[in-house]
């Protein structure tokens, strides 16, 4: 492997009911309820141990069906142009996802999950614990997110207007 090569093999598949881009939310929170699967590869399955006592699991994963790379665009919430360093978009150089949903069970390999935005067999590459003494902060600024009305966030992160 050349040094400035990192080379990731998938953990697992998310299992989800969206396979359309366009019809999917862009982050769990506006994807409430919205059901799905982590298969984790069998071999990975003892460092599921005590996974089972979190609410929340950050899944880390690969866009996968991202076939391009932006620096600069628009992202799904605003019609202005950010750097990609500065939103969520997928085409990023590399194509790394990460989501924050609620775990519902675990039965052996299969972790049931909800909240997901994520498309079906999307290749996954980690899991953590959501930890709210490590994880939650005060005193946030999101940056230009600030300025997008949430109402207008809701509608459009469900997915349905990004067409
Ligand atoms: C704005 S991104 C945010 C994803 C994640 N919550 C994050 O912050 O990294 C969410 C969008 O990525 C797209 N997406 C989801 N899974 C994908 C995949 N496997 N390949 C390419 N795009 C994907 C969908 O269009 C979805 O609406």
Redesign the pocket.
């Known amino acids: 492997m050349k040094e400035d090569q990192i080379i990731f093999k998938p953990i697992g598949t998310i299992l989800s009911p969206h396979t359309d ?1 366009n019809q ?5 929170v506006y994807a409430q309820g919205i059901e799905g699967r982590i298969v984790v590869n069998a071999e990975f399955i003892d460092g599921l141990k005590d996974l089972q006592a979190f609410s929340h699991i950050y899944i880390f ?1 690969h ?4 076939v391009k790379t932006k620096l600069l665009l628009k992202p ?1 919430l605003e019609d202005k142009i950010h750097g990609v360093f500065a939103t ?3 085409h990023r150089p590399n194509k790394l ?3 924050l949903v609620r775990l519902v069970r675990i039965e052996e390999n299969i972790i049931y999950v909800k909240d997901l ?3 079906d067999k ?1 290749p996954l590459i980690d899991i953590k614990p959501y930890v709210k003494r490590f994880d939650s902060r005060d005193n946030v600024s999101s940056g230009w997110q600030d300025d997008v009305r949430e109402e207008d966030a809701k509608k459009r992160g469900s ?1 349905n207007f990004k067409l």
Request: glycine content about 8%; aromatic content about 14%; proline content about 13%.
């Open positions: 881009q999917t939310p862009i982050q769990p994963y866009f996968n069906q991202s799904f969520r978009a997928p996802g990460m989501s935005d994520v498309l999307t997915g």
